[in-house]
């Protein structure tokens, strides 16, 4: 499309209420109970009502305050740093969230994931996946107080996919704190399980910040006009349903798993125009970049999903998962810092949607030819030097240069 960053409201409008009637007509499908979860309207409506105006993450002088956005809104988005669970070895674990956490724009974290405990491989609903998770939230603990922000929030617990090693790691001494994030995920697409219920019981009655992850397929049931529909019914089931207090959605392009095509930008603008617009909801705007760290190309999609989140009205930057999310140890906080600086910058200059699109577009004859074949990158250990958890002088030019790019593009930066 020619208006990627749309600047037709009705357009907004029409989508949230083909989605309100789309989710009104098909409800949520639990895949335990092979049952349909239906609601009235009046059961949706007084759920919105009810809804918290803010969310506090983190505790002490980490505390971070959520709330919603509108479009085009000069109040800040909130900004989440995250590998998005890449995997990586026990012994880069503590270095690698460390290096999220030192970022000074970060207002929550999320970490890696352990495929190995102390030689034994971690496996889903075996005890090693409660083991592998106790030490996961301990690890990620541990590197937070070791950076100097023992109250940040951290989303945990990734290396947990179940809800008993979930549960395992509620403890504020050494793992979860009730300041924390905890994900209930919507199964794709309009779909959860009893395991999910389970979790947000558990989320709920020991007052955890509970959230809500959704990942439509753009190319699986729908386009993206209607892969957009059905986010945005989602964020309605995350609400009724998984009852979280944020949604965390990043509708992925099915073919290179990423959010940055031109189709996907799109739906990411379309998606947060008619929440912004129509609801009072806390949205999280997660990206996925098809290339791999250290390159141009990562720079420019990550630029790209940033500022379009932002302008859209996403109320958090939940930046960034790379290389498609496939490959171990291939994401840094570079992506996720440049997609939040960018964001950040044309919320504070007050751009607007047609400003934004016409950038967005300029971007994408820089990258979109490559979508298809993306370069690897760098693994974090070869971009990032891990004892001092620093990038290295060739990804802090590469860096600079792209955002004299984006400076000349129309962004301006603070410094």
Known sequence: PDQIVFSDDSLADDLWKAAWDFYLSVGTYCTSTYRRITFTEKEIREAMSCLVEEVYVGEGKDRRRWAPRKVEDTKLPGCGFTPVGVRCDEDLFIPYVMAYVMEPLADAVSTPVLEDIEGLEIKTGAPSEIRGAVVHAMLARQAARRAGRPGIAITLTGTALLAAAQIATSNPEWGCKTT????????????????????????????????????????????????????????IQG????????????????????????????????????LARNTRFITLSNGFAAAGPCTDMVLYETAAHG?????????????SAVASNKYKERA???EARMACETGLAAVKTHLKR????E????????????????????????????????PTQEYVELYERIKKELQDLGIEYEY
């Not at 395991?195 to 993206?224: R, S, T």
């Not at 992925?252 to 095509?261: A, H, L, Q, R």
């Not at 047609?354 to 699109?357: G, T």
């Open 239 to 274: 609400l009724v349903v998984n009852q979280g207090y944020i949604t965390c959605n990043f509708p992925f392009e099915i073919k290179n798993f990423s959010t940055t095509t031109k189709e996907c930008l799109w739906t990411v603008s379309a998606i947060y125009q008619a």
């Open 307 to 319: 500022i379009t989140s932002a302008v859209s009205g996403a109320s958090v930057l939940w930046e």
């Open 354 to 357: 047609e400003d934004v699109n």
């Open 332 to 334: 840094t906080p570079m």
């Open 180 to 235: 924390d994030i905890r994900w209930t995920p919507i199964l794709s697409e309009l779909k959860v399980g009893n395991d999910e219920l389970d979790k947000m019981i558990h989320f709920h009655q020991n007052g955890y910040v509970a959230g809500c992850l959704v990942g439509p397929i753009v190319g699986g049931y729908a386009g993206p006009e209607g892969t957009a529909i059905i986010a945005i019914a989602s964020h």
């Open 359 to 390: 950038i967005v577009k300029e971007l994408l004859k820089r990258y979109e030819h490559r979508i298809g074949s993306p370069p690897l990158g760098k693994t974090f250990r070869e971009c990032y030097d891990v004892e001092k958890k620093k």
